[in-house]
């Protein structure tokens, strides 16, 4: 038998055992409903009771978790060097008789049952097996039991918040393997050693969970040790003592998330298990439910559907349609004893964050100030205002500040092991609180509902003046002692064994399948860890700079498994993959309305009762209106790719912030190439794939999960600072420009200057510019090739023809290496060291006087030193010394110098202002002439409109001024001069990134 310890004494009497009639004609008649007495031996009298559970997952409703694992792992005997062999749902329940595959799964379970199940008979040995709460441990052969069940029964004895295990003595055999496919050891233990039949229908064991140990005995037998465990959630048992506790004076009420949501099939279609909950509530009464996220997760309309046809009331004072009207009763009242109660639901506000993005555009979550509403609207007449007042809700105990008036509060589901079975609230203790003011009293009891998530509230009044005498709360404890009904648990069983069939392998791996023994790693992922880990591998393959994904779920710790293999259920979100392409003032905007949590950040994440809308973040850190995307200061006119889901985008705050972004949801098949066409080329890809698929390459790199694979997903579970290779074309300042000349200044001295625009007079001018280049940028620097061009023609005043302004071609490259990146306090600026090498040369010779072709204008440039990254409105600043080779000139070719360029942005909606500041600075040579400059300093501010911001966000229109400072080396150049332009220009600025595949 099963049992916990009790803090006061809750005795089960069990009248009958449960059974199963076979369908069919001739099936014999089903055998009496189990009965059990549920009292506490000090229970008080009570005028009525109210049943609650919530947080349930649903009457079937079961996690893939095995929480005895790390405990037991942990008190088995370091002599034996014990490996975790398998993992699964290998063991199973039926009229307290375990069947225990050390190898076998689901469905070999299902092949053994098919012929029936013969009992050990004479075959049967006394098995010392330790009995728990809710998990037992047997060990194979019994000699070796003997020696080990004592010993982890010393050490699992000392845990302060669960009773000690004890050892009991039943009898085991092993089984012949099946007619299939799972030979191995398969242990049949039952309570005693008779001969009888087994039952052979499948959906008559209970499916449990089971883990196998392997190593050996103090003797040096090998040894083969089994953890058993009950399903987390399991509700049948759950559903039998809320019946039980139920008659005629009591209520019955769900306080939300208690029904199935999502199943583990193939497309996380609505779970198969919903519509046996809805069947149970109506059989066992149930009287209100507060609606939660796996409850509506169906549809409004589909809810109010279910709910009606199975009798059910659905109570929300909180629940609003977008319009602000109540989506559900807001309270309801009933009347029992004589005594009038009143129940008023509350839904927590972080539901929002678990639906679809199509159903949280229907849905509103009201505040405190809903409930205030509520409890204004009651009536207040002696004849008609409520005796009791009841506040029930996931997440209802955060209101605690805002009860004025509420009498009890039925809203903390949590799974505490050291609360008291039984507790009360006295008579002298709530004559007091009578006589308060009601609006300003506390509640008189909020409850906490325990590990079972099922309690019972007991309710007296003083008959004579109708107020609250006493109230006393039974925590429920649910051992495997207590019966099922038979039906139900056919139903669920039968169920439960259609999934896990076909998906344990998903859900929890057979260890054996995967791993050798000696080569085991263990991993645990907690819910930050699990985020983290998909933001970074979903940046990772999409190429992104950063990651936005919803709250997560928890993913199961199993030490030693694949990752791959129980993401599926880890992830248990339907989301689909949607790349997006943000400026900075867009995602600042976005974090305004979505509290982004970085997942590397060590603060713990905003309870969920507690926070507002949120996300995880991967890549990005917030910090008043300052954004870093990956340790670097964000401007708001840069734009970065942000990979996230369709639960973000498509939520109706968020994507009315899209409107002038571009978005990729639809991907290649072959390559995971990101589409730039039309969506109809690609396909929507899930969230689930797209990071179990990265985890499964990790493992294809090093299939024995040894130090290999450990090197390449530790980085994952870290802040990821690298950035993923990726090919940007950039186009820049590819103009068409009209401008009038203006010269200043003594030009005499300067006409054989090399440089155009020193001796350029009066005219009006126009060009065709630009400048292309190609960038392959990763974590440690980048490469540019680039090519820039320019071609004008200006009309002089005085001449009929046009004369050449312009034309020149210059083809480079340039490489950066990333230095150091300057501290926080100065906006994380990164500093580069960087080399270019660029050839400067017209693209056909100029004509002398007499028509002959002058010598071409060649030079050769190379030039090294530093660059800082974009700060504020600063968009680059570079600085160096270059040498610079003239293939034309007969003496001298050689001239050195040094160059510093400065480049500033700022835009302002569709406004957008430039500027520009190049100083190139000649040292002084003996072979200088007066074609050579000592310097020159080019100042170029513009101000342009880009019209067509989202059609073609970089066309612009607009004016500038282009100003140049120079002068010569010589005496008789040394006079400064001044050249001016003044124009107009159609330009084209655009950073262009290739196709990448999703790695």
Known sequence: MWSRALCLTLGFLLFASPGLAEPGAGAPEPEEQPSISTE????????????????????????????????????????????????????????????????????????????????????????????????????????????????????????????????????????????????GLTLLVRPNADDEVIVSA????????????????????????????????????????????????????????????????????????????????????????????????????????????????????????????????????????????????????????RLPPELRAEIRLGGPRALLDVLASLPTEPDTRPNLVVLFGVGARSLAGHLPGVDLVLGDFTADLHLPRWEEVGEAALRARSRQDRRATSPALVTRSGPEFLGRVDISFDPDQGVLRRLGHLRAHIGEEL??????????????????????????????????????????????????LAGNLLIDRSGSDLAILRPLPSSPEISGAAQELFIEAALAVNDKIVVLELSGAQLWQIAQSLALIPSEQTEPAPQVQEAGPWAWSAGLKVNGQKLWVRGRLLGKDERVRVATTDFIANDSSISKLLKKSKRWEHFQARGWRRQASSAEQGEAWLLRELVGGG?????????????????R???????QRRISPRLLLELD???????????????????????????????LSASLRGRIAGTWDDRRGSITAFLSAAFGRSKLPDVSDPVELEDDLLLGIEGRLKVIQLPEELRNIRLSAFAQSAFDSEFAPALDESGSPLPRQQLWRTTAGASLGKHLWFKEVKFGFFLEYDFAAEVGPLSPGFSTLLRVEKRWGPVRWSALGDLKGYLPTESDTA???????????????????????????????????FRGKTEATSTPGMHLLIGAALSYDRDLRAALPLR
């Open 695 to 711: 985890l499964k390459q990790l493992r294809q790199w090093d299939p024995s999960f040894g130090e290999r694979y450990q090197r």
């Open 40 to 183: 506490p031996e000090q229970s008080p009298p009570r005028d009525f009771s109210i049943i609650y559970e919530g947080n349930t997952g649903g009457v079937s409703g079961a996690t893939a978790e095995l929480w005895m694992d790390p405990t037991i792992a942990a008190a088995l005997p370091t002599a034996g060097q014990w490996k975790r062999h398998s993992v699964g749902f290998g063991a199973f329940l039926s009229q307290n008789s375990w069947l225990v595959q050390a190898d076998g799964n689901v469905r070999a379970f299902l092949e053994r049952t098919e012929a029936g199940l013969q009992g050990p008979g004479a075959q049967a040995q006394e098995l010392p097996t330790l009995i728990g709460d809710d998990y037992a441990v047997v060990a194979w052969p019994p000699a070796a039991a003997e020696q080990l069940i004592p010993q982890l029964a010393e050490a699992l004895g000392h845990d302060p918040l669960r009773p000690p295990p004890k050892v009991e003595t039943r009898f085991g055999a092993a089984l012949g393997a099946t007619t299939g496919k799972s030979p």
């Open 202 to 353: 499948a959906e008559d064991w209970e499916l449990r969970l089971r883990s196998v140990y392997r190593g050996l005995s103090v003797d040096g037998v090998p040894t083969q040790l089994f953890v058993i465990a009950r399903l987390p959630g399991e509700g049948s048992r759950r559903s039998l003592l809320a019946q039980t506790w139920q008659d005629k004076h009591s209520l019955y009420l769900s306080a939300g998330e208690a029904i199935e949501g999502r199943s583990f099939l193939a497309g996380r279609a609505i779970s198969l298990q919903r519509p046996v909950t809805w069947e149970t509530w109506r059989n066992d009464g149930l009287d209100a439910l507060a609606p939660g996220a796996a409850e509506l997760l169906v549809g409004i309309d589909e809810l109010r559907q279910e709910a009606a046809t199975h009798g059910v009331a659905l109570v929300s004072a909180n629940l609003l349609d977008s319009k602000g009207a109540a989506l559900f009763q807001r309270w309801k009242q009933v009347t029992i004893k004589g005594q009038r109660v009143v129940l008023i639901g509350w839904s927590d506000p972080s539901l929002v964050h």
């Open 931 to 965: 074609e050579d400059l000592l310097f020159t300093l080019q100042i170029r501010n513009e101000v342009s409109v880009i019209p067509l911001g989202k059609l073609l966000p970089g066309l612009s229109i607009g004016g500038y001024i282009d100003t140049m400072f």
């Open 713 to 719: 997903l530790q980085p994952l579970l870290r802040d």
């Open 483 to 532: 019966p099922t009904d038979p039906n139900r648990r056919a139903r669920i069983g039968s169920i439960r064994q259609q999934i896990y069939a076909g998906l344990e392998q998903v859900l929890l791996p057979d260890l054996t399948q995967i791993l050798a023994e000696d080569e085991a790693t263990s991993l645990s992922l907690d819910e930050r860890r699990f985020a983290q």
């Open 733 to 763: 300042g590819i103009a068409l420009q009209i401008a009038g000349s203006v010269p200043a200044g003594d030009r005499s001295g300067y006409e054989s200057s090399r440089e155009s625009r020193v001796h350029q007079q009066s005219s």
